[in-house]
């Protein structure tokens, strides 16, 4: 469950823009606007925030710079777009926000502790709490429900802060409308992603192929992907059409990103995409490619030490030859191709409404991502 | 840890106006428009949006019928506030999404699958996942992880829809921003309030007076009190001034109606206030009763018990007495009259602003809180 955070900057920021530096700027105000509405709460609370803040920052800023590049690019010609920059800038920050809150509930759930090999929020305050006895196993659980707790209220502080954004930009009340309405499917989409994984993985939910793909879409394409893209289209002041067309596609680049980070964990080589090898088999994640083993006649072999925490390098290559075999290796690559085909057939169905910046913009993309090997 | 929910319609609700019809309408029509929103998302997620709804119909409406009675009575005269009416519906059922976040968030992180004697949302999901072999003691811990993290997923989505309506309503972008500092406020304190609430139980924040004081504010009043009442005046048409004023009076009587409670919980009558007694001793429940006790030569003697699951009656009753003989009973009753106090000067303060109607109301919420027996 990682919410596509191996996603690089080389791989999604749009070529061409380097928008870092106001986009650091933007997210400081914002910072501190936020600390000095709880400057009269107590100096433990504040503490909190500053560990907040600080995990925020250590953030590759994709859905930002996504935003930001394509409402660039989108509006080199119209007037009203450029005059949006701003807006589009604390669209972007917000989107940030809210990939944060979302990362934080996530390691809630989830119980885990480190993000990238680094402590996340949580395991900062289980550290904080209690800093010459910290240990990562088998913490204290009392310090454990402390450190987990902060991390509800601290996504909830984000999510509320992500609306408070999108619901005071300063435009015409129609177009903010329709980032609100955008927002809202945001959140449904991705909530429910995350409700889907969770069930996958504690059985509640009865695994199958389709619900393996609905996840991935739900979780990660429509935050990730969707909502940078169609903002930047409806601050360019795209039609609501064209913004449902650039949604679709936003939908299958997501998809598919995050069927290649499932392909990648599980048939690339652990150096080139830095995770533990088989670490997805270990854990008993619900891909697309376990759900289509699941209906073959190779499932019986592989599910002895599928979800097997003590899974060995032998017992791992054993499954992945056995994946290869039953064709999920294979399905698994030709669905990433359906969605990058599918990606391309629907930007050059918008050649005609879109200036050739964009057209270029978006199928750069999808190149990048059909070149990915890690 | 209850977020006012033994607030009972009598003592609350303005007297002689009954909005339970058009509340129950209104919030209907709130949860068909996520149901459509959400009808795409298969059966799982959507059985547990219907379990949510059947919780949240289950509230006693306290905050939206405070709203609607005080926007009513301020609005007698107004043009602008008669026409406001639809949007304080609106406003007033966000209050009740806003409520049914809070303890769903509330209920996750003290774990508890009861509210009121009944199950909650977390333990109608529990049910739900095994019906067969359910459990409320010692539930299995995959089926409780499942439950909890149905209620983070189902918190979130009301504080969003909560956000939706706000930023939504049709008003003048600048009476809409006040209502957004309005709920931006709220958010803060209510989570401040939580993490407060938690860090005292947890003793991740030393508990003293001055804590449990500012944390019945932040965690109860300010959501259940100051916020209906801002909204009704600010969609009144009433100035900032003002509202500023109406919003002390809400968290004066919101801080006292916390600390009624908690006094009613240790000294009153457990018959009369229907929980049972001595569970905050035994939950070792940080109020500004303990608060005050623990600055006192009896505390060794009271925290001998205190905190103790297995409280015995006896041993309730001797805490209750030391409690009283500390001092910490006369200094709860004396702390609650200050409030009671500080409100009724804040209102006649007000007095050359508002109608009578809305002075007379205001001063009946206080008189019914001063007569409070249960």
């Given at each position: 469950m990682d919410?596509g955070m191996?996603?690089?900057t080389?791989q999604?920021?749009?070529?061409?823009?380097?928008f870092?530096e106001?986009?650091?700027l933007?997210?400081n105000?914002t910072?501190s606007?936020?600390?000095?509405?709880?400057?009269?709460?107590?100096?433990e609370?504040?503490?909190?925030?500053?560990t907040?803040?600080?995990?925020?920052r250590?953030g590759k800023?994709v859905?930002?710079?996504?935003?930001?590049?394509?409402?660039r690019?989108?509006?080199?010609?119209?007037?009203?777009?450029a005059?949006?920059?701003?807006?589009?800038?604390?669209i972007a920050?917000?989107t940030?926000?809210?990939?944060f809150?979302f990362?934080?509930?996530?390691?809630?759930i989830?119980?885990?502790?480190?993000r990238r090999?680094?402590?996340?929020?949580i395991g900062q305050?289980?550290?904080?709490r209690?800093p010459d006895?910290?240990s990562?196993?088998?913490?204290?659980?009392?310090?454990l429900?402390w450190?987990?707790?902060?991390?509800i209220?601290?996504g909830?502080?984000f999510l509320?802060?992500?609306?408070?954004?999108?619901a005071?930009?300063?435009?015409p009340?129609p177009?903010r409308?329709?980032l609100l309405?955008?927002l809202d499917?945001?959140m449904?989409?991705?909530?429910?992603?995350e409700?889907?994984?969770?069930g996958?993985?504690?059985r509640?939910?009865?695994?199958?192929i389709n619900?393996a793909?609905e996840m991935?879409?739900?979780?990660?394409?429509?935050?990730?992907?969707?909502l940078p893209l169609?903002?930047?289209?409806?601050?360019?002041?795209l039609?609501e059409?064209?913004?449902?067309k650039?949604?679709v596609?936003?939908?299958?680049?997501g998809?598919a990103?995050?069927?290649?980070?499932?392909?990648l964990s599980?048939?690339?080589e652990a150096?080139e995409h830095?995770?533990?090898?088989?670490?997805?088999?270990r854990e008993?994640?619900?891909?697309?490619?376990?759900?289509?083993?699941?209906a073959t006649?190779?499932?019986?072999?592989?599910?002895?030490?599928?979800?097997?925490?003590?899974l060995?390098?032998?017992q791992g290559?054993?499954?992945r030859d056995?994946?290869?075999?039953c064709g999920?290796?294979?399905y698994?690559?030709d669905?990433?191709?359906?969605?990058?085909?599918?990606?391309r057939?629907s930007?050059?169905?918008?050649r005609?409404?879109?200036?050739?910046?964009?057209i270029d913009l978006?199928?750069?993309?999808?190149d990048?991502l059909?070149n990915?090997?890690s």
């Open positions: 919410n191996t996603l690089t080389e999604l920021a749009p070529p061409g823009f380097d870092n106001e986009i650091y933007e997210l105000r910072f606007s936020l600390s000095k509405r709880c400057s009269s709460y107590g100096p609370f504040r503490a909190c925030l500053d907040a803040f600080q995990a925020l250590g800023l859905r930002p710079r996504m935003l930001l590049g394509t409402h690019t989108m509006t080199t010609e119209t007037a009203t777009g005059a949006n920059h701003e807006v589009a800038l604390q920050v917000a940030e926000l809210l990939h809150a990362l934080v509930h996530d390691d809630v989830d119980g885990d502790l480190y090999g680094k402590l996340n929020f305050i289980l550290k904080q209690d006895n910290f990562d196993r088998g913490p204290d659980p009392e310090h429900h450190a987990s707790s902060n991390g209220l601290i909830n502080l509320a802060a992500t609306h408070q954004v999108f005071r930009v300063d435009l009340h177009a409308l329709r309405d955008l499917h945001t449904n989409d991705s909530l429910v992603g409700f889907l994984d969770v996958l993985s504690s509640a939910i009865t695994p199958d619900t793909l991935s879409r739900l979780k990660t394409a429509t935050y990730t992907f969707e169609r903002a930047a289209a409806i601050l360019a002041g039609s059409e064209d913004e449902q650039v949604g596609i936003g939908a299958h680049l998809t990103y995050q069927l290649q980070d499932d392909y599980t048939f690339g150096a830095g995770k533990d090898a088989f670490s997805d088999l008993g994640k619900e891909t697309t490619i376990i759900g289509f083993a699941r006649r190779h499932w019986k072999d592989i599910e002895v030490n599928f979800n097997n925490a003590e060995t390098t032998t290559e054993q499954i056995l994946l290869i075999q999920a290796e294979e698994s690559r669905t990433i191709r359906h969605h990058l085909d599918a990606c057939l930007i050059a169905d918008l005609t409404n879109l200036n050739h910046e964009v978006l199928f750069a993309q999808v990048q059909d990915r090997r």
